[in-house]
DNA sequence: CAGCTGACAGATTTCAATATCTGTCAGCTG
DNA sequence: CAGCTGACAGATATTGAAATCTGTCAGCTG
Protein backbone atom coordinates (compact mmCIF):
# COMPACT_ATOMS: atom_id res chain seq x y z
CA UNK A 1 0.00 0.00 0.00
CA UNK A 2 2.98 2.50 0.49
CA UNK A 3 4.19 3.15 -2.13
CA UNK A 4 6.96 5.01 -0.87
CA UNK A 5 7.99 4.72 2.71
CA UNK A 6 10.15 7.80 2.98
CA UNK A 7 8.87 10.73 5.36
CA UNK A 8 5.38 12.38 4.48
CA UNK A 9 6.60 15.52 2.99
CA UNK A 10 4.37 18.84 1.56
CA UNK A 11 6.17 17.93 -1.82
CA UNK A 12 5.15 14.38 -1.74
CA UNK A 13 1.82 15.07 -0.96
CA UNK A 14 1.89 17.84 -4.25
CA UNK A 15 2.93 14.78 -6.64
CA UNK A 16 0.19 12.53 -5.38
CA UNK A 17 -2.43 15.12 -5.16
CA UNK A 18 -0.97 16.19 -9.16
CA UNK A 19 -1.28 12.53 -9.98
CA UNK A 20 -4.98 11.98 -8.28
CA UNK A 21 -6.17 15.29 -10.76
CA UNK A 22 -4.78 13.76 -13.54
CA UNK A 23 -6.88 10.14 -12.42
CA UNK A 24 -9.91 11.89 -11.21
CA UNK A 25 -10.49 15.24 -12.88
CA UNK A 26 -11.33 18.03 -10.50
CA UNK A 27 -14.81 16.74 -9.36
CA UNK A 28 -13.71 13.63 -8.34
CA UNK A 29 -10.38 14.23 -6.75
CA UNK A 30 -10.71 13.83 -2.99
CA UNK A 31 -8.68 13.79 0.12
CA UNK A 32 -9.16 10.51 0.95
CA UNK A 33 -8.00 9.25 -2.56
CA UNK A 34 -4.36 11.43 -1.96
CA UNK A 35 -4.18 9.43 1.26
CA UNK A 36 -4.45 6.74 -0.43
CA UNK A 37 -2.24 6.97 -3.30
CA UNK A 38 0.15 7.72 -0.20
CA UNK A 39 -0.67 4.82 1.58
CA UNK A 40 -1.59 7.37 4.81
CA UNK A 41 -4.76 8.47 6.02
CA UNK A 42 -6.15 11.39 5.49
CA UNK A 43 -5.62 12.69 8.71
CA UNK A 44 -2.13 12.96 7.66
CA UNK A 45 -2.79 15.22 4.63
CA UNK A 46 -4.52 17.41 6.76
CA UNK A 47 -1.07 17.80 9.10
CA UNK A 48 0.17 19.71 5.95
CA UNK A 49 -2.77 21.73 4.05
CA UNK A 50 -4.96 22.67 6.36
CA UNK A 51 -7.82 22.42 3.86
CA UNK A 52 -8.19 20.74 0.58
CA UNK A 53 -8.32 24.02 -1.19
CA UNK A 54 -5.09 25.27 0.03
CA UNK A 55 -3.92 21.49 -0.76
CA UNK A 56 -5.46 22.46 -4.59
CA UNK A 57 -4.55 25.91 -4.40
CA UNK A 58 -0.61 24.75 -3.63
CA UNK A 59 -1.28 22.68 -6.56
CA UNK A 60 -2.44 25.37 -8.77
CA UNK A 61 0.61 27.21 -7.84
CA UNK A 62 3.20 24.83 -8.77
CA UNK A 63 1.38 24.26 -12.12
CA UNK A 64 1.43 27.79 -12.75
CA UNK A 65 5.19 28.67 -11.66
CA UNK A 66 6.31 26.04 -13.88
CA UNK A 67 4.64 28.67 -16.64
CA UNK A 68 6.47 31.31 -15.00
CA UNK A 69 9.97 30.35 -14.77
CA UNK A 70 10.03 29.04 -18.32
CA UNK A 71 9.09 32.60 -19.43
CA UNK A 72 11.62 33.81 -16.75
CA UNK A 73 14.35 33.04 -18.81
CA UNK A 74 12.89 34.89 -22.32
CA UNK A 75 12.45 37.84 -20.54
CA UNK A 76 15.88 37.84 -18.84
CA UNK A 77 17.67 37.25 -22.29
CA UNK A 78 19.87 39.85 -24.03
CA UNK A 79 18.85 40.00 -26.99
CA UNK A 80 17.00 42.77 -29.21
CA UNK A 81 14.06 43.81 -26.81
CA UNK A 82 11.32 43.40 -30.45
CA UNK A 83 12.28 40.20 -30.89
CA UNK A 84 12.47 39.28 -27.33
CA UNK A 85 8.78 40.61 -27.00
CA UNK A 86 7.72 38.52 -29.95
CA UNK A 87 9.81 35.23 -28.43
CA UNK A 88 8.08 35.40 -25.04
CA UNK A 89 4.49 36.39 -26.48
CA UNK A 90 5.33 33.01 -29.16
CA UNK A 91 6.64 31.28 -25.97
CA UNK A 92 3.02 31.77 -24.13
CA UNK A 93 1.10 30.95 -26.80
CA UNK A 94 3.11 27.82 -27.56
CA UNK A 95 3.45 26.46 -24.37
CA UNK A 96 -0.91 27.27 -23.26
CA UNK A 97 -1.44 26.02 -27.29
CA UNK A 98 0.73 22.62 -26.07
CA UNK A 99 -0.70 21.88 -22.84
CA UNK A 100 -4.31 22.55 -24.02
CA UNK A 101 -4.32 20.15 -27.44
CA UNK A 102 -1.68 16.99 -25.67
CA UNK A 103 -3.70 16.84 -23.01
CA UNK A 104 -7.52 18.05 -23.09
CA UNK A 105 -8.30 16.50 -20.06
CA UNK A 106 -5.76 17.55 -17.62
CA UNK A 107 -5.98 21.22 -19.06
CA UNK A 108 -9.58 21.27 -18.05
CA UNK A 109 -8.37 19.99 -14.54
CA UNK A 110 -6.26 22.71 -14.08
CA UNK A 111 -8.52 25.79 -16.15
CA UNK A 112 -10.80 24.62 -12.86
CA UNK A 113 -8.20 24.86 -10.53
CA UNK A 114 -7.46 27.99 -11.86
CA UNK A 115 -11.24 28.85 -12.13
CA UNK A 116 -11.21 28.40 -8.34
CA UNK A 117 -8.14 30.09 -7.20
CA UNK A 118 -8.07 33.55 -8.06
CA UNK A 119 -5.47 34.76 -5.63
CA UNK A 120 -3.25 32.49 -6.83
CA UNK A 121 -3.67 33.63 -11.07
CA UNK A 122 -3.61 37.16 -10.05
CA UNK A 123 -0.05 36.56 -8.43
CA UNK A 124 0.78 34.54 -11.53
CA UNK A 125 -0.35 37.51 -13.88
CA UNK A 126 1.44 40.10 -11.92
CA UNK A 127 4.41 38.02 -12.25
CA UNK A 128 4.05 37.65 -16.26
CA UNK A 129 3.08 41.29 -16.51
CA UNK A 130 6.31 42.14 -14.33
CA UNK A 131 8.17 40.12 -16.59
CA UNK A 132 6.88 41.64 -20.04
CA UNK A 133 7.17 45.29 -18.24
CA UNK A 134 11.46 43.95 -18.23
CA UNK A 135 11.12 43.54 -21.63
CA UNK A 136 8.89 46.84 -22.84
CA UNK A 137 11.41 49.05 -20.63
CA UNK A 138 14.60 47.29 -22.47
CA UNK A 139 12.45 48.57 -25.45
CA UNK A 140 12.71 51.91 -24.41
CA UNK A 141 15.83 52.13 -23.19
CA UNK A 142 17.51 50.93 -26.44
CA UNK A 143 14.91 53.51 -28.52
CA UNK A 144 13.27 50.51 -29.98
CA UNK A 145 10.09 51.14 -27.96
CA UNK A 146 8.38 54.78 -27.11
CA UNK A 147 5.48 54.39 -24.43
CA UNK A 148 4.31 56.87 -22.09
CA UNK A 149 4.86 53.71 -18.97
CA UNK A 150 6.12 51.03 -19.38
CA UNK A 151 4.14 49.16 -16.70
CA UNK A 152 1.07 50.06 -18.55
CA UNK A 153 1.65 49.32 -21.77
CA UNK A 154 2.71 46.00 -20.71
CA UNK A 155 -0.21 45.27 -19.30
CA UNK A 156 -1.85 46.48 -22.55
CA UNK A 157 0.33 44.27 -24.28
CA UNK A 158 -0.60 41.25 -21.83
CA UNK A 159 -4.63 42.39 -22.02
CA UNK A 160 -4.33 42.49 -26.24
CA UNK A 161 -3.05 38.84 -26.27
CA UNK A 162 -5.75 37.80 -23.69
CA UNK A 163 -7.12 35.08 -26.55
CA UNK A 164 -4.04 33.46 -26.99
CA UNK A 165 -3.65 32.81 -23.15
CA UNK A 166 -6.66 32.66 -21.45
CA UNK A 167 -7.83 29.11 -20.74
CA UNK A 168 -11.12 30.69 -21.57
CA UNK A 169 -10.04 30.83 -25.35
CA UNK A 170 -8.43 27.08 -25.99
CA UNK A 171 -11.35 25.91 -27.96
CA UNK A 172 -9.84 28.39 -30.64
CA UNK A 173 -6.49 28.06 -30.37
CA UNK A 174 -6.21 24.84 -32.48
CA UNK A 175 -8.89 26.05 -35.30
CA UNK A 176 -7.12 26.42 -38.78
CA UNK A 177 -5.70 30.21 -38.92
CA UNK A 178 -5.17 30.63 -35.04
CA UNK A 179 -1.42 30.73 -36.03
CA UNK A 180 -1.75 33.39 -38.27
CA UNK A 181 -4.27 35.28 -35.97
CA UNK A 182 -1.71 35.38 -33.19
CA UNK A 183 1.01 36.28 -36.02
CA UNK A 184 -1.28 39.93 -36.89
CA UNK A 185 -2.14 40.65 -33.60
CA UNK A 186 1.54 40.42 -32.72
CA UNK A 187 2.37 42.57 -35.24
CA UNK A 188 -0.28 44.95 -34.06
CA UNK A 189 1.11 45.31 -31.05
CA UNK A 190 4.66 45.46 -31.78
CA UNK A 191 3.68 48.26 -34.08
CA UNK A 192 2.19 50.14 -31.39
CA UNK A 193 4.85 49.94 -29.22
CA UNK A 194 7.45 51.43 -32.15
CA UNK A 195 8.85 54.81 -31.49
CA UNK B 1 -54.96 32.55 -19.72
CA UNK B 2 -53.94 33.81 -23.28
CA UNK B 3 -52.26 37.38 -22.52
CA UNK B 4 -53.28 38.24 -26.03
CA UNK B 5 -55.39 36.56 -28.43
CA UNK B 6 -53.88 37.05 -31.19
CA UNK B 7 -52.44 35.07 -34.23
CA UNK B 8 -49.72 32.97 -32.55
CA UNK B 9 -46.56 34.10 -34.54
CA UNK B 10 -43.06 33.37 -34.37
CA UNK B 11 -42.30 37.10 -33.21
CA UNK B 12 -44.56 36.71 -30.22
CA UNK B 13 -43.07 33.09 -29.36
CA UNK B 14 -39.69 34.79 -29.39
CA UNK B 15 -40.90 37.46 -26.95
CA UNK B 16 -42.61 34.86 -24.46
CA UNK B 17 -39.09 32.85 -24.69
CA UNK B 18 -37.07 35.62 -23.51
CA UNK B 19 -39.39 36.36 -21.15
CA UNK B 20 -39.51 33.29 -19.79
CA UNK B 21 -35.46 32.97 -20.09
CA UNK B 22 -35.45 35.95 -17.91
CA UNK B 23 -37.52 34.35 -15.29
CA UNK B 24 -36.32 31.17 -14.89
CA UNK B 25 -32.76 31.17 -16.51
CA UNK B 26 -31.48 29.11 -19.18
CA UNK B 27 -31.58 25.70 -17.15
CA UNK B 28 -35.43 26.16 -15.93
CA UNK B 29 -37.03 27.30 -18.72
CA UNK B 30 -39.06 25.06 -20.81
CA UNK B 31 -40.89 24.97 -24.32
CA UNK B 32 -44.33 24.17 -21.70
CA UNK B 33 -43.48 27.59 -20.02
CA UNK B 34 -43.44 29.51 -23.13
CA UNK B 35 -46.18 27.55 -24.74
CA UNK B 36 -48.26 28.37 -20.69
CA UNK B 37 -47.04 31.99 -20.89
CA UNK B 38 -48.71 32.28 -24.75
CA UNK B 39 -51.53 30.49 -23.25
CA UNK B 40 -51.48 27.77 -25.86
CA UNK B 41 -50.37 24.22 -26.02
CA UNK B 42 -46.81 23.20 -26.53
CA UNK B 43 -47.35 21.41 -29.76
CA UNK B 44 -48.15 25.30 -31.21
CA UNK B 45 -44.34 26.83 -30.14
CA UNK B 46 -42.95 23.47 -32.42
CA UNK B 47 -45.19 24.40 -35.29
CA UNK B 48 -42.86 27.83 -35.54
CA UNK B 49 -39.62 26.33 -34.24
CA UNK B 50 -38.69 22.90 -35.05
CA UNK B 51 -37.04 22.45 -31.92
CA UNK B 52 -36.20 23.72 -28.66
CA UNK B 53 -32.45 24.42 -29.62
CA UNK B 54 -33.93 26.17 -32.17
CA UNK B 55 -36.19 28.14 -30.30
CA UNK B 56 -33.01 29.41 -28.26
CA UNK B 57 -30.85 29.84 -31.63
CA UNK B 58 -33.46 32.21 -32.90
CA UNK B 59 -33.35 34.20 -29.32
CA UNK B 60 -29.75 34.30 -29.44
CA UNK B 61 -29.28 35.88 -32.55
CA UNK B 62 -32.54 38.54 -32.07
CA UNK B 63 -30.06 39.69 -28.66
CA UNK B 64 -26.75 39.54 -30.79
CA UNK B 65 -28.10 41.93 -33.86
CA UNK B 66 -29.63 44.28 -31.85
CA UNK B 67 -26.11 44.52 -30.61
CA UNK B 68 -24.81 44.67 -34.09
CA UNK B 69 -27.68 47.56 -34.90
CA UNK B 70 -26.06 49.67 -32.34
CA UNK B 71 -22.78 49.76 -33.75
CA UNK B 72 -23.33 49.70 -37.38
CA UNK B 73 -24.14 53.39 -37.65
CA UNK B 74 -20.84 54.09 -35.73
CA UNK B 75 -19.19 52.30 -38.62
CA UNK B 76 -20.80 54.02 -41.02
CA UNK B 77 -20.31 57.09 -39.70
CA UNK B 78 -18.33 59.71 -41.37
CA UNK B 79 -16.19 61.28 -38.58
CA UNK B 80 -12.03 60.71 -38.90
CA UNK B 81 -11.40 56.97 -38.97
CA UNK B 82 -9.38 57.20 -35.97
CA UNK B 83 -12.07 58.38 -33.68
CA UNK B 84 -14.74 56.53 -35.50
CA UNK B 85 -12.59 53.26 -34.35
CA UNK B 86 -12.34 54.69 -30.96
CA UNK B 87 -15.99 54.93 -30.20
CA UNK B 88 -17.20 51.79 -32.02
CA UNK B 89 -14.60 49.77 -29.48
CA UNK B 90 -16.12 52.47 -26.88
CA UNK B 91 -19.50 51.28 -27.59
CA UNK B 92 -19.03 47.83 -27.94
CA UNK B 93 -17.50 47.69 -24.56
CA UNK B 94 -19.96 50.11 -22.82
CA UNK B 95 -22.95 48.45 -24.17
CA UNK B 96 -21.32 44.74 -23.16
CA UNK B 97 -20.41 46.31 -19.53
CA UNK B 98 -23.89 48.14 -18.96
CA UNK B 99 -25.43 44.34 -19.78
CA UNK B 100 -22.71 43.10 -17.64
CA UNK B 101 -23.31 45.06 -14.77
CA UNK B 102 -27.05 45.98 -15.02
CA UNK B 103 -28.51 42.69 -14.93
CA UNK B 104 -26.09 40.06 -14.46
CA UNK B 105 -28.32 37.30 -13.96
CA UNK B 106 -30.14 37.75 -17.68
CA UNK B 107 -26.07 38.31 -19.13
CA UNK B 108 -25.69 35.22 -17.49
CA UNK B 109 -27.96 33.81 -18.98
CA UNK B 110 -27.11 34.94 -22.44
CA UNK B 111 -23.73 34.01 -22.28
CA UNK B 112 -25.08 30.35 -21.61
CA UNK B 113 -26.93 30.67 -24.99
CA UNK B 114 -23.95 32.21 -26.63
CA UNK B 115 -22.34 29.17 -25.75
CA UNK B 116 -24.91 26.42 -27.32
CA UNK B 117 -24.97 28.73 -30.69
CA UNK B 118 -20.93 28.75 -31.77
CA UNK B 119 -22.60 29.38 -35.03
CA UNK B 120 -24.97 32.09 -34.78
CA UNK B 121 -22.11 33.70 -32.01
CA UNK B 122 -19.52 33.08 -35.32
CA UNK B 123 -21.99 35.23 -37.76
CA UNK B 124 -22.17 38.21 -35.10
CA UNK B 125 -18.42 37.97 -34.84
CA UNK B 126 -18.08 38.32 -38.72
CA UNK B 127 -20.57 41.10 -38.61
CA UNK B 128 -18.78 42.70 -36.18
CA UNK B 129 -15.29 42.59 -37.63
CA UNK B 130 -17.15 43.68 -41.28
CA UNK B 131 -18.02 46.79 -40.01
CA UNK B 132 -14.40 47.08 -38.23
CA UNK B 133 -13.10 46.41 -41.54
CA UNK B 134 -14.75 49.28 -43.19
CA UNK B 135 -13.39 51.32 -40.59
CA UNK B 136 -10.33 50.40 -41.28
CA UNK B 137 -10.54 50.44 -44.49
CA UNK B 138 -11.69 54.03 -44.69
CA UNK B 139 -8.11 54.85 -42.38
CA UNK B 140 -6.08 53.71 -44.90
CA UNK B 141 -8.28 55.33 -47.90
CA UNK B 142 -7.40 59.03 -45.73
CA UNK B 143 -3.79 57.84 -45.24
CA UNK B 144 -4.35 58.09 -41.28
CA UNK B 145 -3.74 53.93 -41.00
CA UNK B 146 -1.18 52.03 -43.03
CA UNK B 147 -1.74 48.27 -42.77
CA UNK B 148 -1.06 44.77 -45.27
CA UNK B 149 -4.93 43.98 -45.45
CA UNK B 150 -7.21 45.76 -43.36
CA UNK B 151 -9.32 42.52 -43.04
CA UNK B 152 -6.47 41.02 -41.31
CA UNK B 153 -5.88 44.04 -39.13
CA UNK B 154 -9.46 44.57 -38.04
CA UNK B 155 -9.72 40.75 -37.50
CA UNK B 156 -6.06 41.45 -35.15
CA UNK B 157 -7.45 44.83 -33.78
CA UNK B 158 -10.87 42.54 -32.92
CA UNK B 159 -8.79 39.76 -30.89
CA UNK B 160 -6.64 42.14 -29.03
CA UNK B 161 -9.82 43.97 -27.46
CA UNK B 162 -11.05 40.38 -26.93
CA UNK B 163 -10.52 41.02 -23.20
CA UNK B 164 -13.63 43.79 -23.00
CA UNK B 165 -15.94 42.19 -25.32
CA UNK B 166 -15.98 38.34 -24.61
CA UNK B 167 -18.37 37.40 -21.76
CA UNK B 168 -15.87 35.14 -20.42
CA UNK B 169 -14.11 38.40 -19.10
CA UNK B 170 -17.43 39.77 -17.92
CA UNK B 171 -16.37 39.52 -14.63
CA UNK B 172 -13.07 41.46 -14.84
CA UNK B 173 -15.20 44.45 -16.09
CA UNK B 174 -16.71 45.84 -13.36
CA UNK B 175 -12.99 45.79 -11.61
CA UNK B 176 -11.50 49.16 -10.95
CA UNK B 177 -9.10 50.25 -13.41
CA UNK B 178 -10.69 48.25 -16.07
CA UNK B 179 -11.52 52.17 -18.25
CA UNK B 180 -7.82 52.89 -17.43
CA UNK B 181 -6.89 49.26 -19.07
CA UNK B 182 -9.63 49.45 -21.87
CA UNK B 183 -8.30 53.16 -22.86
CA UNK B 184 -4.45 52.20 -22.84
CA UNK B 185 -5.45 48.72 -25.12
CA UNK B 186 -6.80 51.13 -27.45
CA UNK B 187 -4.04 53.57 -27.69
CA UNK B 188 -1.99 50.75 -28.24
CA UNK B 189 -4.17 49.18 -31.09
CA UNK B 190 -4.77 52.70 -32.83
CA UNK B 191 -0.95 53.18 -32.49
CA UNK B 192 -0.62 50.03 -34.59
CA UNK B 193 -2.41 51.22 -36.98
CA UNK B 194 -1.31 54.67 -37.84
CA UNK B 195 1.05 55.05 -40.43
C1' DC C 1 -58.39 22.66 -44.17
C1' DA C 2 -54.90 25.50 -41.56
C1' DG C 3 -53.87 25.73 -37.22
C1' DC C 4 -54.28 24.04 -32.65
C1' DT C 5 -54.72 20.39 -29.07
C1' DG C 6 -53.42 16.89 -25.93
C1' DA C 7 -51.91 12.07 -25.33
C1' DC C 8 -47.88 9.60 -25.88
C1' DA C 9 -42.84 7.43 -25.98
C1' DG C 10 -38.41 8.23 -24.94
C1' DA C 11 -35.11 11.48 -22.89
C1' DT C 12 -34.02 14.43 -19.20
C1' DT C 13 -34.49 16.41 -14.68
C1' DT C 14 -35.73 16.40 -9.82
C1' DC C 15 -35.66 14.84 -5.25
C1' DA C 16 -34.87 12.35 -1.22
C1' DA C 17 -32.50 8.54 0.72
C1' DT C 18 -27.98 6.82 1.04
C1' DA C 19 -23.10 6.96 0.77
C1' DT C 20 -18.93 9.45 0.78
C1' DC C 21 -16.11 13.21 1.98
C1' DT C 22 -14.09 17.07 4.87
C1' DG C 23 -12.01 18.60 8.82
C1' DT C 24 -11.22 17.65 13.94
C1' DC C 25 -9.23 15.50 17.66
C1' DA C 26 -8.31 12.12 21.38
C1' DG C 27 -5.34 8.66 21.67
C1' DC C 28 -1.83 5.31 19.67
C1' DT C 29 2.98 4.27 18.14
C1' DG C 30 7.84 4.17 17.31
C1' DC D 1 6.67 13.51 22.00
C1' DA D 2 6.24 14.32 16.93
C1' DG D 3 3.79 12.36 13.74
C1' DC D 4 0.19 9.30 12.44
C1' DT D 5 -4.37 6.98 12.93
C1' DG D 6 -9.20 6.31 12.66
C1' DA D 7 -13.81 7.41 14.57
C1' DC D 8 -16.89 11.09 14.36
C1' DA D 9 -20.25 15.18 13.09
C1' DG D 10 -21.69 17.93 9.67
C1' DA D 11 -21.37 18.95 4.75
C1' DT D 12 -21.42 17.28 0.07
C1' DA D 13 -22.08 13.96 -3.58
C1' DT D 14 -24.29 9.86 -5.62
C1' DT D 15 -28.09 7.17 -6.96
C1' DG D 16 -32.30 5.51 -8.67
C1' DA D 17 -37.24 6.07 -8.68
C1' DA D 18 -40.67 9.42 -9.82
C1' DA D 19 -41.81 13.61 -12.18
C1' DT D 20 -41.30 16.54 -15.98
C1' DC D 21 -39.99 17.73 -20.52
C1' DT D 22 -39.22 17.21 -25.63
C1' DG D 23 -40.83 16.26 -29.97
C1' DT D 24 -44.55 13.72 -32.72
C1' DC D 25 -48.88 13.10 -34.59
C1' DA D 26 -53.78 11.68 -35.13
C1' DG D 27 -57.68 14.01 -34.67
C1' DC D 28 -60.51 18.19 -33.24
C1' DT D 29 -62.21 22.94 -34.25
C1' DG D 30 -63.62 27.27 -36.27
Chains 1, 2 share one sequence.
Not at 44 to 50: A, G
Request: net charge neutral; with cysteine; charged share 30%.
Amino acid sequence: MAPTSETLTAERILEATEEVLRRHGPAKATVVDVARALGVSHGSVYRHFRTKAALREAVTKRWLDRTSEALAGIAAGDGEPEARLRDWLSALFDAKRRKAGGDPELFATYSVLTGENGTVVAEHIADLTAQLTKIVRAGVDTGAFTVADPRTAARAVFHATDRFHDPCHAREWERPGAQEEFAALVDLVVRGLRS
